[in-house]
């Protein structure tokens, strides 16, 4: 290009840049509708509504913004069209004192947006007057994504928060769900990116993906910060659990992690249950009956599992391959009940695991002296609640342990535990550092007593 050229080229392009701004931002497309609630009634500027006094519905796809507050009354979508219709949250209240609030009936997808700065709530009838579709506070029958910055509180007084039929994603958003039974339910599948979401169930579940049919029953989270105390199960995917990152605490459940196959591999998680804090079972097995396809596996992540009967059960396999472990088990039930319990074959591959209960290895099978170490010592008598253990090798302690409740066996493994060497097991002292579910980074063995010596690692109960 010639100079002349060149020069032409560049003047012409300031002058577009100063015409249309130095850095020209896509313009926002404004909404297809704006939907304004009046308390006993609404009104709608745009196409594709219908409002019949407090009864909104929308019938297309497109972008619809929804502000102002409904005392008696829903917005619905029903649309047979391809396309997604999406719902901005900008300041609404919706309350319906005989069915839901807000549900989708037909669409191809549907996205929830609540919108930057603004909070949002949905109420439902104690007793729907209809049965049927819809059962839920926030329903849809079709695809569900909820995002945005903005906040969410759901009271649902009939049953279920917020349930879609097929595939529900959360992306963001500060999401509140208070539930009778299931607070949040995505049938076919459930994936959480993001967000805060808290939820509370006075009798179902907390977050869960409920289908049984073959590649569905999905629960995944990848990020967010969720908690979650419900009646029954807090965390579940009917068929495969998957969280690879992301805060999970559950102070109070029946169940916290539950999935036929679940897989931890990142994510910072600390779970309370009164039965099994994280449970991998097949339907339709017995008690201690193994299962040839249920799994859980730890590859990465830090878990504090804390259960009244086990911390960790598998009705099939578990494997620790990675991360922080610390599980506790029932203070008062030994036998078939412990801190880690599996119908089938337990291994250590990686990371670091403590266990600890009446009895630590509840196992059907021997636990593989191969691969990582690890060593259980079993006590003489009951060790109190805060009773420091250490494991010791000469003089170097390789784990220290802070008690919660009575114990009286203790599994540990890490890289720091051979197997086949003899380790001396010592109480007292103390601990110090940062805690992990009571597994502190540090100890002192000064001022405590040698309780058990050359115990053997890589065996159970043989010393």
Known sequence: MK?????????????TALLTGPLAVAAVAAPTATITLNGSSASASGSNVTVSGSAVTITAPGSYEIRGTLNNGYVAVDTAATGTVELILAGASITNTTSSPLYVLNAGAVTVTLAAGTSNSLTDATTYTSTGEPDSALFSAADLTIAGTGSLTVRANAADGIVSKDDLVIQSGTITVTAVDDAIRGKDSLTINGGTINVTSSGGDGIKSNETEAGKGVL?????????????DAIKG???LNISGGTINVPRSYEALEGLQTTISGGNINVVASDDAVNAAEEGLGHMQPSSIAFIRVTGGTVVATGGTDGFDSNGSLTFAGGTVAAKGSSTRGGGEGAIDADGPITFTSGTVVGAALTSLAVFRAVPNTGQGWVAPRFNSNLAANTIVHVVSGSTVLASYRASATTREVVFSSNRITNGQRYDIYTGGSVSGTSTGGLYTSGSIT?????????????????
């Open 3 to 15: 100079a002349t050229a060149r020069r032409t080229a560049v003047l012409v392009g300031l002058t």
């Open 220 to 232: 995944t989270i990848t990020n967010g910060t969720i908690t979650a105390s419900v009646a029954d």
């Open 238 to 240: 009917e068929n495969v």
């Open 447 to 463: 001022g405590a007593t040698r309780v058990l010596t050359g115990v053997t690692a890589g065996q159970y109960g043989r010393f």
